[in-house]
């Protein structure tokens, strides 16, 4: 890799929001020739914060392989809302790519409309059943790892939510007891179809870091972390702001759009209008012009 093109991928990783603005000015083809030659990951932390319209025309023209492989370093609620912008056809193969692990929670937020509790729930928030015993409960802690929340929901054999514990009373409580014993009942709760707006703005935020997420039978279909709630916040939020930010950004530091150049040459010339860019013949990312 030359020094400019490490520049740009170092820029990308640092400014994803800067590179998502960008590219909405692109065209789709163009765009996508550029999240096609980065690592998944950096691909990923930009295509989180495009526009809606701009998702749907980089998921259209990613090649279906590496679109599947951007999607698997997301996280599962950012992950929805990319495949929501998808047609049925190719969120299915996209879908079928994935490691099992992923696919089924990813299909199960889908069934849900976007940017609704639902689709945002992580389905895999550790839930117990309320008739285990609390030592028991403490076993299974050990290896719930990015799914572990700082509370443990607890559900019926039906898995109806039933209770909830904090992980410090789940520790500090009797080995011999129940969950049921242990509990705290009637949790706070939200319903899968209620929509951003409400759940953002829910007050029980200010008492917990998550909330549990029930269907129309009071089933737990996940829960939701406040910081994912504000981080989305924060990503549509980026949509609204002026064009001056992006100003203001590429005027930071003209070497990295200078290195992005080099991999993008006319997403490069748009956003530094009125400058001679040199674009060395067969740069990354390079596109022919198709218009």
């Not at 054999?157 to 242990?182: E, F």
């Not at 706070?188 to 997420?213: C, K, M, S």
């Not at 490069?268 to 009125?274: D, Q, T, V, W």
Request: glycine residues 8%; proline residues 7%.
């Amino acid at each position: 890799m030359r020094p400019d093109e490490r520049l740009a991928l170092g820029f990308m990783e640092a400014h994803p929001d800067g590179v998502a603005r960008l590219l909405e000015r692109s065209e789709p083809a163009e765009a996508a020739a550029l999240l096609a030659e980065v690592p998944a990951g950096v691909a990923a932390g930009v295509l989180r914060l495009l526009s809606p319209a701009a998702v749907a025309g980089c998921g259209a023209a990613l090649p279906v392989e590496r679109l599947a492989a951007i999607v698997s370093e997301l996280p599962l609620d950012a992950a929805a809302a990319v495949m929501h912008r998808l047609d049925e056809e190719r969120r299915d193969a996209v879908l079928a790519l994935l490691p099992v692990t992923a696919e089924a929670p990813l299909r199960r937020l889908l069934a849900y409309g976007a940017y609704t509790a639902g689709a945002l729930a992580d389905p895999l928030a550790l839930a117990l059943p309320d008739d285990l015993t609390v030592a028991e409960a403490q076993r299974r802690l050990r290896g719930v790892g990015e799914h572990l929340f700082y509370y443990l929901y607890v559900v019926s054999r039906d898995q109806t939510l039933v209770g909830v514990l904090d992980l410090p009373g789940l520790m500090s409580a009797r080995p011999k007891d129940t969950l049921a014993a242990a509990m705290h009942r009637n949790p706070i709760h939200l319903e899968v179809d209620t929509g951003f707006v409400t759940l953002a703005a829910h007050p029980a935020w200010q008492d917990f870091d998550a909330l549990p997420v029930v269907d129309g039978q009071g089933r737990l279909v996940g829960a939701i972390r406040h910081m994912a709630v504000r981080r989305l916040e924060a990503e549509l939020g980026l949509r609204a702001r002026t064009e001056s930010v992006l100003a203001t950004l590429v005027g930071l530091s003209e070497l990295y759009w200078a290195g992005l150049a080099g991999m993008f040459p006319r997403v490069a010339a748009a956003a530094l209008p009125g400058r001679d860019l040199p674009v060395e013949s067969g740069a990354i990312g390079e596109v022919p012009d198709a218009r």
